[in-house]
């Protein structure tokens, strides 16, 4: 079965970077598009960032981008966020994403507090 672990998170303040990693099991990581989500407190699930299966092409929102990169490690089957230039918007619950199997799978997710 599919599994996604999240890690990484913790309190930073505005300005610093955190490194966030998905441990993958029960899929290749570099036969699927991987996605980052994060939920605010009172708010909806956003999309962060995205990459395809070769790495080829990535996406970001346009409130990130420029300060994270989404990355994988294929020979520890981990997908990264780098997430630099903090400000008190990216405190979320942050959660990666795969569809595989005809289904969407999810981490536990990893708080990130953005806080001075």
């Known amino acids: 079965q599919v599994q996604l672990v999240e890690s990484g998170g913790g309190l930073v303040q505005p300005g610093g970077s955190l490194r966030l990693s998905c441990a993958a099991s029960?899929?290749?990581?570099?036969?699927?598009?991987m996605n980052w989500y994060r939920q605010g407190p009172g708010e909806e699930r956003e999309s962060v960032a995205g990459?395809?299966?070769?790495?080829?092409?990535?996406n970001y929102a346009n409130s990130v981008r420029g300060r994270f990169t989404i990355s994988r490690d294929a020979a520890k089957n981990t997908l990264y966020l780098q997430m630099n230039s903090l400000n008190p918007d990216g405190t979320a619950v942050y959660y990666c994403?795969?569809?595989?199997?005809?289904?969407?799978?999810w981490g536990q997710g990893t708080q990130v507090t953005v806080s001075s």
């Open positions: 994403n795969v569809y595989a199997y005809s289904a969407d799978h």
């Open positions: 029960g899929l290749t990581i570099s036969n699927y598009a």
């Open positions: 990459i395809t299966s070769t790495g080829a092409f990535t």
